[in-house]
């Protein structure tokens, strides 16, 4: 079965500083794996998607994230922080190779961002 | 492109009472999803419709649950009667058919409505 851990159920981060959101992951096989963006009373966003081309994923307002096999990872990353970024953050695998899959969502990571 | 649409986006029930949440999907998407996300944690599908038939419903509570989507578009979702566990934000997604393409993130990506949020009292 698929299933995805959020090892952090808070971050907290200074305006200008890298964000780190950290995600574990279990497939039984190659994976497509999403992050997604909750921001209060809207919909959620995705940020990027991993189907198996290059490790490395560059998503929107520059945020990016990396597969690794080996340690079974796809954590979240960003430079450089920005207010508008606290929001709540999903890491999400799909249950299904290729085509349309039921999302398996983390139990997410909450983003805070201090000026 | 207009996104997905949900209504109403607030609704507040007595528990044992009836109601129902309207999704449309974005046009042109044959696969149709709703989530329930309970406050502080990630969505769980409840069901996945690929145009107008049922792909998926194995996590949906059928005795009080039942969901819709008669003419392949828009779905219906209805809790009869609520229970004060069905206190949630309901959300609906939908996403191209994976024959389709052009789509930027691709065919299986999933695009969220704003959600339906739910007091049961």
């Known amino acids: 079965a698929q299933s995805v851990t959020q090892l952090d159920s808070h971050v907290s981060v200074s305006e200008g500083t890298p964000v780190l959101l950290r995600c574990n992951y279990s497939?039984?096989?190659?994976?497509?794996l999403f992050w997604y963006v909750q921001h209060p009373n809207k919909g959620l966003q995705l940020l990027l998607k991993?189907?198996?081309?290059?490790?490395l994923v560059k998503g929107i307002n520059g945020f990016e994230a990396e597969f690794k096999k080996s340690e079974t990872s796809f954590h979240l990353t960003k430079p450089s922080a920005h207010m508008s970024d606290a929001a709540e953050y999903f890491c999400v695998v799909s249950s299904a190779s290729g085509n349309t899959g039921k999302l398996i969502f983390g139990q997410g990571t909450t983003l805070q961002v201090k000026p | 492109e207009a996104g997905v649409a949900q209504s109403p986006r607030y609704k507040i029930i007595e528990k044992r009472q009836s109601v129902a949440f309207w999704c449309n999907p974005i046009s042109g998407h044959a696969t149709l999803y709703w989530y329930q996300q309970i406050l502080g944690q990630g969505p769980k599908l409840l069901i996945q419709f690929q145009n107008n038939g049922v792909v998926d419903d194995s996590q949906l509570p059928k005795d009080r649950f039942s969901a819709e989507r008669l003419k392949g578009v828009d779905s219906t979702l209805k809790i009869q009667p609520a229970k004060l566990e069905d206190s949630a934000v309901y959300l609906c997604?939908?996403?191209?058919?994976?024959?389709?393409?052009?789509?930027?993130?691709?065919?299986?990506?999933?695009?969220f409505g704003p959600g339906t949020r739910l007091t049961v009292l």
């Open positions: 997604a939908s996403s191209l058919d994976w024959v389709a393409s052009g789509d930027l993130w691709g065919s299986d990506t999933q695009y």
């Open positions: 991993y189907t198996s081309a290059a490790t």
């Open positions: 497939s039984s096989y190659s994976p497509s």
